[in-house]
């Protein structure tokens, strides 16, 4: 009889509380994973903005060693301290190691992606102040050489701690220096300066690296929301507000939210329709 029991016990399946069991665990399990993301992606906007901060903390320390700003040192100091890429200084190049306190090409702005913009970061690594090993192989007007054309841009410029294919960018436009923390739409730089670049970046990320930093406003402040695509020029991406913005009802390629593009009311998009969409590119002030 006992027998009997025991297989009729075995054939019965689970008990409503094993089942409960189980999907309590399943519900853990789930739950772990999804704050296991979300920690994940604070942790990279926390990386990203010590980057920030270290790069600025790096530019002041090269303008007390050095005497200038990274790229924009002039081309005899830089010469004299080691500091040129490999194909010598941009000494003779106008607008370019002119010591103006700006980071520019010869256009007096940081236009393409050439000239001092690349040279920044070949100073920057070549005084050992940061990580890296970038734009070795530059010529001596700061410009991709002909041998290493279609390179990464990871090669010139430091990738993002945020990931998603974002990189840092330095420039100048209106007498301010920034970086640019963007994704690029094409990843080769060739030997003209000319880049696409791109939002990579969501309008949640966005707003938290804002609100870590500066006011959290995109249209304010130190910190500014830039984007969505923009082929050639960092002048560009570095001043027109993003297009598909200042919409009612956002849509998936929104960046931020307003009226108009000097509404200082604007939002980052941070709802569920375009919150989490990669449409954001960061200007961040700096010098």
């Known amino acids: 009889m006992t027998i009997q029991k025991a ?18 665990i399943i519900g853990l399990i789930v739950g772990g994973v999804l704050v296991g993301q979300d920690l994940i992606k604070a942790a990279e906007v926390r990386a990203t903005i010590g980057q920030y901060e270290k790069y600025n903390a790096t530019v002041n320390t090269f303008r007390t060693k050095y005497n200038g700003i990274p790229g924009d040192l002039a081309a005899a100091s830089a010469s004299a301290f080691g500091l040129c890429p490999t194909a010598g200084c941009m000494a ?6 002119d010591n103006s306190g700006l980071v520019t090409d010869t256009g007096g702005s940081a236009t393409l992606a050439l000239g001092e913009p690349l040279a920044f970061w070949q100073q920057m690594t070549a005084s050992n102040l940061i990580d890296g090993n970038y734009g070795a192989a530059l010529t001596a007007g700061g410009a991709v050489a002909t041998n290493t054309t279609g390179a990464s841009v990871g090669n010139f410029v430091p990738p993002a701690r945020i990931g998603r294919g974002n990189f840092w960018n330095a420039g100048a436009v209106d007498g301010i220096n920034y970086y640019m923390l963007s994704g690029f739409g094409t990843t080769p730089i060739s030997t003209t300066g000319t880049l696409t670049f791109a939002g990579a970046i969501t309008p949640i990320e966005a707003f938290n690296i804002d609100t870590k930093i500066d006011d959290g406003a995109p249209n304010t402040g130190t910190v500014q929301a830039r984007g969505t695509i923009f082929t050639g020029a960092i002048y560009a991406a570095l001043t027109t507000a ?3 913005a200042y919409l009612a009802t956002p ?37």
């Not at 003779?92 to 190691?97: I, R």
């Open 7 to 24: 297989r009729k016990r075995a054939k019965s399946g689970f008990t409503l509380i094993e089942l409960s069991i189980v999907l309590v």
């Open 251 to 287: 849509t998936s390629s929104t960046c931020i939210t307003g009226t108009t593009a000097t509404d200082t009311s604007n939002t980052y998009a941070r709802g569920t329709i375009s919150g989490n969409n990669p449409n954001c590119i960061l200007r961040m002030r700096f010098n």
């Open 242 to 244: 993003n297009h598909a």
């Open 92 to 97: 003779g190049t106008t607008g370019l190691g």
